[in-house]
């Protein structure tokens, strides 16, 4: 990795990594034991200028590149999953809709806020009937003039009840379905906006996941992000950005378990020396490290691809496929030898291996993956 970097992708990983140490890696057991949001952290992430990262200056940004920006997930998701994807959904879904999409006016208004940190940001799509089938979703946008009345529920939306600004989907032609779904700019102090429960998880216990409850809320037409009825094809676009970010969180978890297990297998003796001395030790880590490195390469690819101005759908969606299978797949090896110990929460591992799991879910399944990479094949087989 380290040959394709540029000087200003070293200083970021470099500061990061010094952030990690410093900050991030001391606090990640409490907050995964607490399940508390990490306020602290994420105000020394403003300070540093991680939300404004692969942002162009002119709008408030740092005018760094998505490869940055995927640097900074990777290296605080090596201590803490769940710091890396309160960056990830912030940047990825909240802010860079916005930037795409947004008029002058929600440029100065919604973007620079939340570049600067000032603003904390968060995505609102999925529903009950309506994970993966993004179509099937029922909150509504009713046309009232010069506002809309959306009414709805949303799910498992990470960042809820401790963002300030939303991207929210919903039908303003719900006979049309997925041809009728419009995005809307939401303030979370609007009147009838609020969120439910908090979600008890199985990792990225810090994140702040809960319900979102929209009665009636009335937002001026200057929040449409886009142009009405055209949302089904930005949130495509949107979930591809945020899958490099997922992708990062993932590859970022490899590089921790890995770690552990380096540290953990050389202080280790069994039948009087090292563990890390046994050939299975040794064969098992070279299995891990080779995967983590063909994700990794995957991830980068996806990220440069966007940079370039390249289609990077399926780049995205195998880096974000195969990144989260390894994570799944190394921290489960890397806990296995710990041995007992890597079952009890003495030692980070055991966290990681739980953190690990979301990235097979969120920003679209596996099984989601597959179609969007199978999808561009065929259609790449026929063009």
Partial sequence: ?????????????????????????????????????????????????????????????????????AIAVMELSKACATTGVILSAHVSLCAAPISMWGTSYQKETFLRPLLSGESLGAFGLTEPNAGTDAGAQKTVAIDKGD???????????????????????????PEKKHKGISLFIVEADRKGFSVGKKEMKLGIRGSSTRELILDKVNVPKENLLGKENKGFGMIMQILSGGRIGIAAQAVGICEGAIEEALEYTKERTQFGRPISSFQNTQFTLADLETKKEAAKGLLIKAALYKDQGRPYTKEAAMAKLYGAQCATEITQKALQLFGGYGYTREYDIERMMRDAKITEIYEGTNEAQKMVIAGSLLKEGTS
């Fill in 1 to 69: 990795m380290e040959h394709i970097l540029s000087d200003q992708h070293r200083l970021v990983k470099k500061t990061v990594q010094q952030f990690v140490k410093d900050t991030v890696k001391p606090r990640a057991k409490s907050i995964d034991e607490s399940e508390t949001f990490p306020h602290d952290t994420v105000e020394s992430m403003r300070e540093m200028g991680l939300f404004a990262l692969p942002f162009e200056e002119i709008e408030g940004g740092a005018g760094g590149d998505t490869l940055s920006y």
């Fill in 147 to 173: 506002s809309y009345q959306i009414s709805g529920s949303k799910i498992f939306i990470t960042n809820a009840g401790v963002a300030d600004l939303y991207i929210i989907s919903a039908l303003t032609e």
